[in-house]
Every structure is written in structure tokens, then in C-alpha cells.
């Protein structure tokens, strides 16, 4: 559990102070004055002042069962507080900080009760933030990965060709073999792995409670999920379905890269000077006889191989057996 410390306190005793009456009482279990109560709330601000994440968990605590007309007041001072900051960032104009105590003095007068709150950490600005980040990566993704997205600007993506994207290529196809469709359901699959392969889109799988389902790659649905008329409701293909489109679109893949890298072009030159043997092999050649010729070409080599120079040679030739071979190698046993 993360603490900032301003002497004793932790940050969440700064937002208890706030929102809790109970943190203000003296020895004798009776609330202090507003007085009192407004200096100490001076020295919280003082602290946290100038900290996001300090408002953000006034933020999210501070909806507790109080009357409409109670949290519709404190809501006046946050947008008082985002006015502060924004004038402080826009214009540096760090003279208006000053000013940004009366924000958590006027929300403790106007929410501050008797009862317990569950003071939890927020958690909204993160995940948002996350949110976002992934966000990004996926516009980046489909802009850079997509012949048709390539170069387009965010916001026609994401308002004018990603929703509609979205239902283009899901038709409404039936599960079923491949082979069993009609050919308008064949077209209707053929026009949508053109238009997935034309902004770099495939489905991929993922494990979801325990359930492999094929969902987008990027995940261009989740940029989309507001509703682009009140009429047309979006029904998402079948796993089944889907599968089968990531497959079409794998093949199709494979086949742009074999047509993109074209068979290497062989003059009849080229041919003829591959077929001549180089002058280290025709050299080697006449040494061999033509059995290890014919073994050599047939790449098949016997356990024991002899060999004899051929040409003009001094040695007397004399016919030699086998036994006599083997005493010379092997002497006498």
C-alpha cells in the first residue's frame, strides 16, 4: 500500500480528514470547531496541494449516500479546481495555486459527515491511461501495417473508416465448411480478406475464461464499440467463422510473397558454364577411373576403393592376390 507521510499521517488519513468528520473530534469524542477544522484542512491542502492523484481520490470517494443537492456542489468546486489548473498550465501562471485551498476547504464544509467511508486508492486515472496507451498502439499499427491506412490521420480512422470497417468484414455467414458455401457467401468471405488484408488486419487467438476465441489483430473493435446508427446492430461472426477468414488471409499472404520475390533468370550462357567442369575437376577426372567416374557421378562410394595412375609410368606391373596384398599391409599373421 503505497503512503505519502506528512509527519504521522498517511494519505489516506489526509482524505478521511476531508470526508470524515470522525478525524476531527477532540479528547472527548466532540467534533471541532469549523475553525479548527479549516486550519487543519490548510496545512492538508498545503501538502497535496498541487498533486492529481490526491484530487483524483477526493474524486472517487467522495460519492457517498449524501443528498443530490450535497454532491451536486461539491462537483461546482472540482470543476473550480480543473480551472485553476488549467490556467496554471496554459499560461503558467502559478499566481492562482494560491487560491487552490479553497477547494478542499469548501468540499470538506460541504460533504464532510458523521458516517465511516471506505477510503480506496483510485484506480480510474491509470486504467485510463493504459487505456489510452493501447489505444495509440493500435491506430499506429493499423496506419503502418495497412496498404489503404497507410499515412491516414487518426481521426478519419477512427470516426469515418474503422466502424464501418467493423462490420464490412464480418457478413453475415453462417459456421460451415468451406466447400459448403454459395458463391455469393464465397464472395461475401473473399471481399472481406480483401478488405482485412488491405488495412493489415487478421484474426488472432486467445484464450478467454478457459475458451480459445479468434478476436481482431489489432483489435480495431474495442476503438469502436459506440453504435454509428440507431438501426444497425453489430452481430460478430463465429469463432468457426473467423478462423476460417485467418486462414484466407494467411494464404493470401503467402501467395503476395511468393509472387513479390520472381524466379532468378538463367541465360543459355549461364547454363553452358555451369555445365563445363572447372579446371581442378577436369584435372581430378583423368586420375579417377571409370568406375569411381561412375560412382562418383552416382554419389554412391564402395567400402574399398583401388586405384591405379594411369598413363606413362617406370613400375613393373605384376599381378598381386589378395593374400599376398594383405601380407604386405598387414605382415604375416
Known sequence: MEKERSGAASIFDHWSAILELSKHSDGKGKVKSVHDRVRQIERIAADHGGEERFVSGLHANYLVSLPIGQIRKASTWFLF??????????????????????????????????????????????????????????????????????????????????????????PPIKPMNDQLYTQREQAMLGAAVNAMCDYGLTYAPLMVKDQMNWLFSPPIDSLTMFPISENVTRRPLANATRQLIAHKITLRKVHLTDVSTPPRVITNTAKIIEMLPKAGEASNRKRLSAGALKRQRHQKLADVIFEH???DSSAIKKKVTMHQLSSMIFGDV
Open 309 to 311: 595412375q594411369e598413363g
Open 81 to 170: 479546481y480543473d480551472d485553476v489548473q488549467k490556467i496554471i498550465r496554459s499560461f503558467q501562471n502559478w499566481a492562482v495555486q494560491k487560491y487552490a485551498f479553497a477547494f478542499f476547504v469548501s468540499l470538506h464544509l460541504t460533504l464532510a459527515t458523521h458516517s465511516k467511508i471506505h477510503i480506496q486508492y483510485p484506480q480510474i486515472d491509470q486504467t485510463q491511461s493504459q487505456k489510452c496507451h493501447e489505444s495509440e498502439e493500435t491506430l499506429n499499427t493499423v496506419r503502418s501495417g495497412g496498404v489503404m491506412s497507410k499515412g491516414a490521420h487518426k481521426r478519419d480512422l477512427l470516426l469515418d473508416i474503422l466502424p464501418y470497417l467493423v462490420g464490412i468484414v464480418q
